[in-house]
Nanobody, 121 residues
Framework: QVQLVESGGGWVQPGGSLTLSCAASGTIFSMNTMGWYRQAPGKQRESVASITSRSMPNYADSVKGRFTISRDNAKNTVVLQMNSLKPADTAVYYC???????????????WGQGTQVTVSS
């Protein structure tokens, strides 16, 4: 009933920038917390950044000062601006959105398909 489509991944040299975007579509009454996770080779999935329905952001310590998360409720979109990228940022990035499909509905988590971010020389 809800799909998340990610875009913006790719390859970049250390110190470069990438912008990830995630657009939700389907039966959406409201979006609650939105965020980004990543999973590097041999590592467990970890939270990168999140933003509440009141636009309060939260960041992992490893990306503070380098990444910026934002949301556009009119477009059902969450964006992650990544600057000063490091090889350690290499991972598959997944967006995560909590969606209510009706005024009485409870928020349900949905995941994007994942997009590869590779930072190397």
């Amino acid at each position: 009933q809800v799909q998340l489509v990610e875009s913006g991944g790719g390859w970049v040299q250390p110190g470069g920038s990438l912008t990830l975007s995630c657009a939700a579509s389907g039966t959406i009454f409201s979006m609650n917390t939105m965020g980004w996770y990543r999973q590097a080779p041999g590592k467990q999935r970890e939270s990168v950044a999140s933003i509440t329905s009141r636009s309060m952001p939260n960041y992992a310590d490893s990306v503070k000062g380098r990444f910026t998360i934002s949301r556009d409720n009119a477009k059902n979109t969450v964006v992650l601006q990544m600057n000063s990228l490091k090889p350690a940022d290499t991972a598959v990035y997944y967006c995560n959105v909590y969606v209510s499909s009706s005024i009485m509905g409870s928020p349900v988590p949905y995941w994007g398909q994942g997009t590869q971010v590779t930072v190397s020389s």
